[in-house]
């Protein structure tokens, strides 16, 4: 199995690279990022190329480690005791399935997505060293021992709002993916909007890179930013001149609200322009 | 061959283990990478390497090994800032510097506010704006005998007269890991658990009792889960005289960012006037006003200084004494209205503790404070832990 990259997603080489190490290696791989660079993206990707299935795990500020393998509903054993049901005498009838009990149980390679791995308490990464290590784990109240016939692909991805222990580091692959350069955004975009007008595409990347540029920018806009922006500006039909370069320094590029999404860059952006068209 | 590059790795301060150098040859074993240079170098990377504020320092360490190999990619990219900006400095001979015409004091600061205004956009070299190198009286890295110093170091000249550090302090770094497993487990002593949050474990006293009261009809009761609930504010004195004291701090730094779950800090100059800021780089783009930080972190919070509080005693009672920029209302003033924000906090000093008693400005802020100064030791940080505790 190996993943070279799909029709809708743009792979560079080392992306590459650290997926299919984690493919035949059959570790886990931490994809770090900012945000909107697809990190999200990739498993899904991966999952389609590979044509296995997806289990996702999406990690709340809430989520327990035990949650993704199983949790035992105890409560609603206790309410169907009170009322006499049959299926009370089984405890396995109460055993909910986690995301990982649910791909080790395949029988066949799948993909696991832990999204956004830092939500979690400071202790979460560590109480999942073990059953990513071996791909198993023990439950208690039935008493047997789930293991994976065969190993997921395991994908995570953190935002860096915590830093995560060593010892999990240690057993992951890492990979950052970095901002595209013009190019690689140049057949992204190729890719999302295949019949976009060349002109038009040039001057929105012009804008987009100059944006990027301004310092003391709180978010700048990133990725799926300037899809969405594109799309904008496609379905609204604007011309390429009205993002021409002469007077781009002193005109707010139109539908900017897709782009800018903090108050104060827009402030700070308008205040620019109108600095500029003060100095012409 | 792989094993010395392995602790080439080591000794440029990588943190690698022996476990990720194995899996990065089972890798290699397995035919992951075909054999060129550049695979090899990502898959190295992503092997070797579990944060990318490391992908600089392992560039350059691999650069340094590959070195005659072949070209490498990476290397010629990162090269630090810092370095090239040094570059750009001048070597002025004798004859030179004693051509540079001595401004005095009044007309110094009279001209260096003209020239900011009459700047527009940044500026190197050349002998009148302000910008790195040249030997303009404002600007870093250069040379006049009577200048005034923007950011960075001061080109080994130290006769600037004031600081004007405009957006070269660094960052601390906070990954340093080295050596403060200690300070985690000092830090510890800080936990308070509190059930708080979504009902999510079942309170299994209270079902009974419930229970017991609904005539024997199941009542269940649920309660939120035990959590650390402490909430830290980190106040850090940056640049000026804590460059001595940057090691420790880092340290202290990031064992407190990693053992918190409600940590926010903020970065200070000397004393603490009306802005603090988060970002040393953008420190002028982008400041907080104390009054918000007062009203948006509640008297639950806990506060930390840490400052080596060696200033002259004007920044801490004089209205415009700080030598930033010209505040309206005396260091103290802020000192204490923090201290009335929130009553539990402590000030750490990471100098010595015996020199405390010949520096008036310690004096000063260690009454302020109701003397719960600390020294940045490990027996410091305790008592510090325990007093924030009471």
Redesign the interface.
């Known amino acids: 199995m190996r993943f070279e990259g799909t029709d809708t997603y743009v792979a560079t080489p080392d992306l590459m690279l650290a997926v299919n190490a984690a493919i035949t290696l059959q570790r886990p791989l931490l994809i770090k990022g900012e945000p909107g660079t697809g990190k999200t993206m990739l498993a899904e990707e991966v999952a389609g190329a590979l044509g296995v299935p997806l289990l996702q795990w999406h990690i709340k500020s809430t989520t327990k480690a035990q949650q993704g393998l199983y949790e035992y509903d105890a409560v609603s054993r206790l309410r169907d005791s009170q009322l006499g049901d049959e299926k009370v005498k089984d405890i396995a009838n109460y055993i909910v399935k986690g995301v990982l009990w649910q791909a080790f149980e395949q029988g066949k390679p799948s993909v696991i997505l832990i999204d956004e791995v830092d939500k979690a308490d400071i202790e979460f990464p560590n109480d999942l060293l073990r059953e990513l290590d071996r791909m198993e784990f023990h439950v208690y109240e039935t008493r047997q021992t789930i293991r994976a016939a065969v190993r997921p692909i395991v994908i995570i991805t953190s935002n860096n709002e915590k830093e995560l222990p060593d010892a999990f580091l240690r057993r992951c692959f890492f990979h950052y993916i970095k901002f595209p350069d013009k190019e690689t955004m140049g057949r992204i975009v190729d890719v999302h909007f295949p019949r976009l007008k060349q002109n038009l595409l040039r001057e929105a990347m012009e804008v987009f890179f100059e944006l990027r540029e301004i310092p003391g920018m709180k978010k700048k806009p990133s990725t799926s930013e300037l899809l969405d922006w594109l799309k904008l500006l496609v379905a609204e039909d604007i011309p390429p001149e009205a993002l021409r370069s002469k007077d781009r320094k002193t005109v707010v590029p139109p539908l900017a609200g897709a782009l800018l999404k903090n108050e104060q860059d827009v402030h700070l952006f308008e205040r620019l322009v109108f600095m500029a068209r003060q100095n012409r | 061959m792989l094993i010395d590059f392995f602790l080439h790795l080591k000794a440029k301060k990588l ?1 690698v ?1 022996t ?2 150098f194995l ?1 990065l040859l ?2 290699l074993k ?1 035919h ?2 075909s054999n060129s240079i ?2 090899f170098y ?2 190295a ?3 070797l ?4 504020t490391h ?1 600089d320092k392992f560039d350059q360490a691999f650069g340094e090994y590959f070195k005659g190999v072949q070209h490498v990619p990476g290397l010629e990219a990162d090269i630090p800032e810092e370095w090239l900006k040094m570059l750009m400095k001048k070597h002025l001979t004798p004859e030179e510097k004693a051509k540079l015409e001595k401004l005095g004091w009044d007309k110094l600061m009279e001209e260096f506010k003209k020239r900011l205004e009459e700047q527009k956009e940044r500026h190197a070299g050349g002998s009148k704006w302000i910008g790195t190198g040249g030997s303009s009286p404002f600007g870093h890295g250069g040379y006049h005998p009577e200048g005034i110093r923007i950011g960075g170091e001061s080109a080994g000249n130290r006769t600037a007269i004031k600081v004007w550090e405009n957006r070269e302090y660094r960052n601390l770094d ?1 990954t340093v ?1 080295l050596g403060t497993r200690n300070i985690k487990i000092a830090l510890r002593r800080l936990r308070r658990f509190a059930r708080e ?2 009902a ?1 474990e ?1 309170d299994l006293d209270g079902t009974i009792t419930g229970t017991a009261r609904n005539a024997g ?2 009542d ?1 009761k649920m309660r939120p889960e035990r959590h650390n609930k402490v909430k830290v504010l980190l106040f850090l004195d940056i640049g000026g005289s804590m460059d001595d004291h940057i090691k420790v701090c880092e340290e202290l730094f990031s064992a407190a ?2 053992e918190f ?1 409600h940590l926010e800090y903020f970065y200070f100059h000397n004393c603490i006037y009306d802005y603090v800021w988060k970002d040393n780089r ?1 420190r002028h ?2 400041r907080f006003p104390l009054w918000d930080v007062m009203h948006k972190y509640g008297e639950d919070y806990k506060v930390v200084v840490v400052g080596d509080a060696t200033m002259s005693p004007y920044e801490i009672l004089q209205p415009g004494g700080s030598v930033e920029y010209s505040n309206e209302e005396a260091g103290a003033v802020w000192l204490q209205r923090m201290l009335d924000t929130w009553p539990r906090a402590v000030w750490l000093n990471p100098e010595p503790e015996r020199l405390w008693d010949y520096r008036h400005s310690i004096e000063l802020i260690r009454s302020i404070f109701n003397s719960r100064m600390f020294p940045l030791t490990l027996a410091g940080l305790e008592r510090a832990m325990r007093e924030l505790n009471k």
């Open positions: 943190p283990s476990r990720e899996t089972e890798a397995e992951v990478a550049d695979d990502f898959l990377r992503t092997c390497v579990k944060d990318e992908y906070d890991e949050g979504a999510d079942l009809w199941l269940i960012k990693s779950k953008r783009g982008e």
